[in-house]
């Protein structure tokens, strides 16, 4: 039912063309998703790895003691032979258990109630992507309070294989402790005209008529170019602490944050070109997925030191990373695609701009980007 979407990153410090920062979020959870990634839990296996990735929901009122409620609509079924089913599951089967393989609610034990095959379920990870506490039931609907570490919500579906199932779930989410932001949706002549990526969408919210509107801030506009041959990072600065070897790279396209708080705004369009495949656009080649694989030669892609929770991570894909005023990282990186908007860390000094990349010989072409910073 999803593609690159079968990941949904729904950060609500993306800005989605001037969007509100979003207070409630949907999401459509594939009746094929895990609900947790295992190789960041790697105690906590299930199934038979036969599944998609997880529909992972990230937003900044998510913090402890908040409570989120959950409501979920849809049909699934677990198969040939298997009739369809709600997100409460099929209630007539509640092994956590079979002979082979581990069901997600095998690590439910302190949960209220029964938990049930093809059932809609939870957890909550922190920021690489780690379960930080006892996943959950969420069925249909259910309220759960945010739990110390938590930075990000993991959706998926209890079973033990995923390969054969069919259907998809909306689950309408709603964080109380969310604030709306309200942007300038004014353009710039010379500013890019791109869409936002799917997770941007995800995020996207509409205030509310009765809302007080937000002070205008003001803000800086820069328009680069950034050169598809660009490492995203100083590789001989940073190569103790994020070493990469990057053969055939130029340095990072850098913009300067004048003022390091808030939040930074970064839109992308156009395409470039590697020696294998053309006319790449800014969220990378969809059809290779690096993440924190190893490239010939055992070298690493610029994507092994972003938080799992991201992925996928595509090949030649944008991304950003901060730096200080010495070239120095002071975050990890993270990927742009089209639109990306990010808390900027209080060590920043600029933003550096670059690829997924583990070899950048042959790269052409470049990317028109806008980034947008607190003035």
Not at 1 to 15: D, E, I, K, W
Not at 16 to 41: F, Y
Not at 357 to 372: C, I, Q
């Amino acid at each position: 039912m999803v593609s690159r979407t079968a990941l949904v990153v729904a950060l609500a410090s993306l800005a989605a063309g001037g969007a509100a920062l979003a207070k409630d979020l949907t999401v459509k959870v594939d009746a094929k998703a895990v609900p947790w990634d295992v190789r960041a839990n790697p105690r906590m296996r299930v199934g038979a790895s036969d599944g998609r990735p997880p529909v992972v929901v990230m937003d900044a009122a998510l913090k402890q003691g908040v409570n989120v409620t959950f409501r979920a609509k849809g049909s699934m079924s677990a198969g040939r032979g298997y009739r369809m089913q709600g997100p409460d599951g099929d209630q007539e089967i509640t092994y956590d258990r079979e002979r082979e393989y581990i069901l997600p609610s095998h690590y439910m034990r302190s949960a209220m109630g029964r938990t049930y095959l093809m059932q809609l379920v939870g957890a909550f990870l922190s920021g690489d992507g780690k379960i930080v506490s006892e996943p959950f039931p969420i069925g249909s609907g259910t309220t759960v309070s945010v739990p110390a570490g938590a930075s990000a919500i993991s959706l998926g579906i209890n079973d033990s294989t995923y390969f054969d199932n069919s259907g998809v779930v909306t689950v309408d989410i709603h964080i109380p402790e969310a604030t709306v932001t309200v942007e300038d949706a004014g353009g710039s002549p010379e500013a890019p005209s791109a869409k936002p990526n799917a997770a941007a969408a995800a995020a996207s919210g509409t205030a509310s008529p009765a809302a007080e509107p937000a002070a205008e801030a003001k803000t800086k506009r820069v328009v680069v170019s950034v050169d598809a041959a660009s490492a995203p990072w100083d590789v001989k600065t940073n190569a103790e602490l994020v070493p990469l070897a990057a053969p055939g790279s130029k340095p990072p396209v850098v913009v300067p944050i004048e003022v390091p708080a808030g939040k930074i705004r970064i839109l992308a369009e156009g395409t470039t070109d590697t020696v294998e495949t053309k006319a790449i656009g800014p969220v990378g080649n969809e059809k290779k997925a690096v993440n924190d694989s190893a490239a010939p030669g055992n070298q690493r892609y610029p994507s092994f030191y972003i938080p799992k929770l991201m992925y996928p991570a595509y090949k030649h894909a944008l991304l950003g990373i901060f730096i200080d005023e010495k070239g120095m990282i002071v975050s990890r990186p993270f990927p742009i695609g089209n639109g990306v908007r990010i808390s900027i860390p209080a060590t920043a000094a600029g933003l550096a701009l670059g690829f997924n990349d583990a070899d950048f010989t042959g790269n052409s072409g470049s990317l028109k980007v806008l980034v947008e910073t607190p003035e």
